[in-house]
């Protein structure tokens, strides 16, 4: 899988603490295994050794950290930004150091609020509680999958009744969460060995976007976007199936 090139914009943005929650979540993983991203970050003009030292100084008085034990996941090795603090994903602290020096910068004086964790996120964390018993004994016939997939098709506005089956999956069931006032449906499946794994999906913005696989909470994850819609597949540590799966579901989507 090659890593994404990202724009100066994109990294300012990232660094101010402005980019938009999926944007973080991607460079901030891609930080961790990307010594060219590392150093394209560290190639942008940015005056670091005031940041480091306006920094260190707010910290000595700032309040802890937010912390959410259900999704912290420690990482072999934390990929460090130019300023010398680490962009662990655990505690989601994409942006935020950026977001306090620019605070300081500004003379606000008062750090900004720690940027929510987006949905993948919590997607993430909902579905690391998942075990091969979860769903074992869940069998629905193929009358009351037709029932659940029309019942979330008229939350989310997008016919799920023409759902494809993708090789090794067996529907489970499809229900209608909820993440920011948006439906977001999960759609669980099972594979042959156990496996659970959730198809998920929610309103997005108008731009399509090709899939892209990454990890969170030690499952491997596919994600993609269809004009209007955003998805995103998860489950298991082996990427391999998944991305099969992911292509299964992506070519299904694209002419929903």
Partial sequence: MSNRQYTDEELTAFLDGEAEDELAFAIATQMET???????????????????????ALLADAPEMPYFPEMAEPAPQQAKSRFGWGWGLGTFGTGIAAGLAVALFTGLGTPPPAPAPGWVAFVASY???????????????????????????????????????????????????????????????????????????????????????????????ARWNTPGFGYLLIGGEDAAPLESEADTFRNWSVGA
């Fill in 34 to 56: 990307d010594d060219d991203l590392n150093a394209q970050i560290a190639a942008l003009d940015f005056p670091k050794v005031a940041l480091v030292e306006a920094y260190d």
């Fill in 127 to 221: 579905q690391s509680l998942y075990t091969e018993a979860t769903l074992r004994d869940v069998s629905p016939t193929e009358t009351d999958a037709a029932v659940q997939l029309a019942a979330v098709s008229d939350e989310l506005g997008l016919d799920l009744t023409s759902l494809p089956e993708a090789d090794g999956l067996t529907f489970k069931r499809a229900q209608v969460l909820a993440f920011r006032g948006k439906p977001l449906i999960q759609i669980a499946f099972q594979r042959e060995d156990g496996t659970p794994v959730a198809l998920c999906i929610l309103p997005a913005g108008p731009d399509g976007k090709p899939v892209s696989m990454g990890a969170a909470q030690g499952m491997a994850l």
